[in-house]
């Protein structure tokens, strides 16, 4: 009787576990077998093993580590923007007022923009010329000649981001919310009993007790932020003199405008790696089993 | 049972004698509304052929075409080829050759200069379908409040005059370029390379761009932004076809582009100075030259994994026809491909501007014709940005281009 029960199990998952095993491995395996191949979109069939050639090419490219130095100050410092807005945004929404649940649906909106049309709003918020930014700042007399955004390579990086951060800080508010609805209130009124100020409070109560759910937030949003792709794409194309080309943004350039495939796998499985260390440091940091709280 | 044979059989029939051929076509979308028409008036003539037209932005088009052809080789029967990307094509073995297909007419009548660019080692692959070049635009109606008389001849000119229509208040900036991180950038450096007397390559194939010319050219980019500040700092991140909005709304006086955009500025519903911009000679950098512009004429070829190669030839030999050639011409401002037409009087009676066009056909640069085209070209566009947002010196960034362009090319 048990035994039976096993296999129709078994046979349960089977096609949800070959579904997956397609979708998801897959590609993954190709993608690293391609990586050691000399291999260009136009002859797939004259690939030749090249060891670990492009990846030596692409190590020693100083094209690849601005790309890495992009990608890396995009993530962090978009991924901790979000993280303290999101927090802070959280927090205020899990007190009781007015507005409330008004305010909380409201939050959802700009997260459920599609990136593709946020990243064209702010292109155009931040437009030289048109752009609604230069014309509210110089209107407040705050600059007196129009700024062109997007026109330096450090300064469009920043925009870019801004965009960015205005469109995913709402997931953490999001998540974070969802996770503090579940700390009991009789916590929070026991810390103030004990005399615990806001900071107090939210260093030795709240953040503790939300750590499995920043420690998801920020799995996920680390590795979406280090793979950005669209809002790049849309807003920059990459310029102005690479100032904005992130990690991926260079694989779709290597891989579909200079068609070698082989450099743009060797390149994503790089990514992958990276994106892999970082779940792996966060888990390690953030997801222990048990929760103590230092009163 | 041989009642049911008949049926399906005559069945088949009917569907081969109505069957229709679909050939699908992608192509820039710059001419779209031209083509649209056009294909319609091609479907009355060869009720037989449904022609589906993919119209995409030029900037995605190069990779849309090889993207999509990698995949499936049939996904197109006709494609649109610029003329930087035909040895490329070739190479990858995505145009088939029309040679057999060329009339006697089209051989002997169609301008060389403009039939070049679907030919690479004595093979045609398709036929031109205008010849493009980046014209200079002048709102002759900013010029006039200004008390300017005539468009500038010289780049000292250019500048002196942006700073009068300036300080006069009648424009924040003299002119607008495209010099975005993208091909356009490629296009209107050679312009100006031409204009100041360099080339790209010497004789031997070596690059050439980074000599004094090539330096000077780029130079005068820089210092037109920061130092004399006639062009617009937002050229660096607008490509040739964002730059078109301020041209066509009278905020700046000055424009460089491709013959299309002459429609859009005279289109009411995308411009406000209908009638108002008018043609000019580019301006020259160099005592000598007279003028210089870049090249910029595109083709349509048939794909090589067509499976409709006689119907795909007959639409691209309708759009090049007289008949269609003149009416892009005179309602959309294309300059035609048959050399009988710049003689045709409906043609210069109609097309506004067709003179001044025509004289700056006469000086041209191309870009060069290269099988690694597309990294070559991106090797410049990165090193010319780099200089335009002041990271390196316009030497240092177009000597580090040309090691980078003789280490693509396996030159030591």
């Known amino acids: 009787m048990r035994k039976r029960k096993d296999i129709s199990r078994w046979i349960m998952i089977l096609p949800a576990t070959i579904l997956i095993g397609f979708a998801l491995f897959y590609p993954v395996i190709s993608t690293v077998i391609i990586s050691f191949q000399d291999r260009s979109l136009f002859m797939p069939t004259m690939a030749t093993f090249v060891g670990f050639q492009n990846y030596r090419d692409i190590l020693s490219s100083s094209e690849f580590w601005n790309a890495m130095k992009v990608t890396v100050y995009f993530t962090v410092v978009s991924v901790g923007a979000e993280f303290v807005i999101g927090l ?46 230069n014309g509210i700042l110089s209107q407040f007399g705050m600059i007196e000649d129009y700024i062109n955004w997007l026109g330096e390579p450090f300064r469009a990086l920043n925009m870019v981001i801004i965009a960015d951060v205005w469109k995913n800080c709402w997931f953490f508010t999001i998540v974070l919310l969802g996770a503090l609805q ?17 900071w107090n409070r939210l ?32 807003m920059t194309k990459g310029g ?19 068609l070698s495939l082989g450099q743009g796998a060797a390149i994503s499985t790089i990514i992958a790696v990276v994106i892999l260390l970082a779940a792996l440091f966060y888990t390690r940091l953030l997801m222990r089993e048990e929760v103590e709280i230092n009163a | 049972m041989k009642k049911f044979l008949v049926v399906v059989l005559s069945v088949l029939m009917v569907l081969m004698v109505f069957g229709k051929v679909t050939i699908r076509v992608i192509s820039s979308d710059d001419f779209a509304t031209f083509r649209k028409e056009a294909i319609k008036e091609f479907e009355k003539l060869y009720p037989d052929i449904h022609v589906e037209l993919i119209s995409v932005g030029y900037n995605q088009l190069y990779q849309k075409i090889v993207t999509t052809l990698a995949v499936d080789p049939s996904a197109f029967d006709v494609i649109d080829v610029d003329c930087i990307w035909t040895p490329e094509f070739v190479e990858m073995g995505l145009l088939e050759p029309v040679d057999d297909r060329l009339t006697e007419d089209m051989k002997k009548n169609i301008l060389p200069s403009v039939m070049r660019i679907m030919q690479y080692k004595g093979k045609t692959y398709g036929l031109p379908m205008f010849d493009d070049v980046l014209f200079f635009y002048y709102n002759e109606d900013l010029l006039k409040k200004a008390g300017i008389l005539r468009p500038p001849a010289t780049w000292d000119e250019f500048v002196a005059f942006s700073k009068i229509l300036q300080e006069k208040g009648l424009v ?74 301020a041209v066509a709304h009278g905020d700046v006086a000055f424009g460089f582009n491709w013959s299309f955009a002459w429609t859009i500025f005279n289109d009411p519903e995308q411009s406000t100075q209908v009638g108002k911009i008018k043609v000019a000679l580019v301006p020259s950098g160099k005592p000598g030259i007279v003028s210089n512009t870049s090249s910029g004429s595109m083709g349509l070829g048939i794909t090589r994994g067509s499976k409709h190669k006689d119907a795909a030839w007959k639409f691209i030999a309708f759009l090049a ?27 210069l009676q109609k097309h506004p501007e067709f003179e001044p066009m025509l004289n700056q056909l006469y000086y041209v640069m191309d870009r060069p014709s290269l099988v690694k085209y597309t990294q070559f070209s991106r090797i410049l566009q990165i090193y010319i940005q780099k200089a335009l947002t002041r990271q390196m010196s316009p030497k240092e960034a177009l000597d580090r281009a040309a090691k980078e362009v003789k280490k693509l090319l396996g030159r030591k």
């Open chain 1, 240 to 258: 102005p003199a690479n100032g904005t080309q992130v990690l991926s943004y260079y694989v779709y350039h290597t891989s579909f405008e200079a």
């Open chain 1, 203 to 234: 260093f030795r109560v709240t953040l503790p007790l939300l750590r499995p759910a920043i420690a998801v937030s920020l799995v996920l949003r680390t590795s979406e932020a280090f793979k950005v792709f669209d809002i790049i794409y849309i």
């Open chain 2, 172 to 245: 924040k900036y003299g002119s607008i370029w495209g010099w975005a991180q993208a091909e356009g950038l490629i296009c209107y450096y050679t312009l100006l390379l031409g204009s100041f007397g360099g080339r790209w390559f010497d004789e031997n194939g070596n690059p050439a761009f980074n000599d004094e010319a090539g330096v000077k050219a780029l130079q005068w980019m820089v210092d037109a932004i920061y130092k004399y500040k006639v062009v617009d700092p937002a050229s660096i991140n607008s490509d040739d076809r964002a730059m078109l909005h």
């Open chain 1, 182 to 198: 579940t700390i009991p209130k009789s916590y929070f009124e026991a810390a103030e009993v004990d005399g615990a100020g806001f």
């Open chain 2, 321 to 347: 026809s007289r008949k269609e050639q003149k009416i892009q011409a005179i309602k959309y401002g294309a300059m035609p491909i048959w050399e009988d037409l710049y003689h045709d009087p409906e043609v």
């Open chain 1, 88 to 133: 802070f945004s959280a927090i205020l929404l899990n007190q009781d007022f007015a507005m409330k649940g008004f305010l909380r649906a409201l939050v959802i909106l700009p997260w459920a923009i599609p990136t593709v049309a946020n990243g064209v709003l702010w292109q155009w918020i931040f437009d030289a010329n048109y752009g609604a930014l």
